[in-house]
């Protein structure tokens, strides 16, 4: 079956940098769109970015200009690079997969199937 499997994340201080990671396994991902949400103590699940199998990237406004996505396609790996990070960007970081979303539901949570197990990301200042 199919499984995401994340890496990275723990304690930064603001304005540092950190790095997740997001390994899929349990089928082919061609033409996958994969994606980063993220939940605050008490708040909703946001979007934070995505990325379609031909590299297209959709980033969230609370994080553009300061997080970058990307996909490694033939290691089925996703990252997500966190940099000048703030208090507010503490949260429990998901990764997300799922067949070809139409743009327009590429930031609902609920549009997708398969989710990583979750990782801690705390910002202090």
């Known amino acids: 079956q199919v499984q995401l499997v994340q890496s990275g994340g723990g304690l930064a201080q603001a304005g540092g940098s950190l790095r997740l990671s997001c390994e899929a396994s349990?089928?082919?991902?061609?033409?996958?769109?994969f994606a980063w949400f993220r939940q605050a103590p008490g708040k909703e699940r946001e979007f934070v970015a995505a990325i379609t199998w031909s590299q297209a990237t959709y980033i969230g406004d609370s994080v553009k200009g300061r997080f970058t996505i990307s996909r490694d396609n033939p290691k089925n790996t996703m990252y997500l690079q966190m940099s000048r990070l703030k208090d507010d960007d503490t949260a429990v970081y998901y990764c997300?997969?799922?067949?070809?979303?139409?743009?327009?539901?590429?930031?609902?949570?609920?549009?997708?199937?398969?989710w990583g197990q979750g990782t801690q990301v705390t910002v202090s200042s």
């Open positions: 349990g089928r082919a991902f061609n033409g996958y769109v």
């Open positions: 997300a997969a799922e067949s070809t979303l139409h743009p327009s539901l590429i930031a609902a949570p609920g549009e997708y199937d398969y």
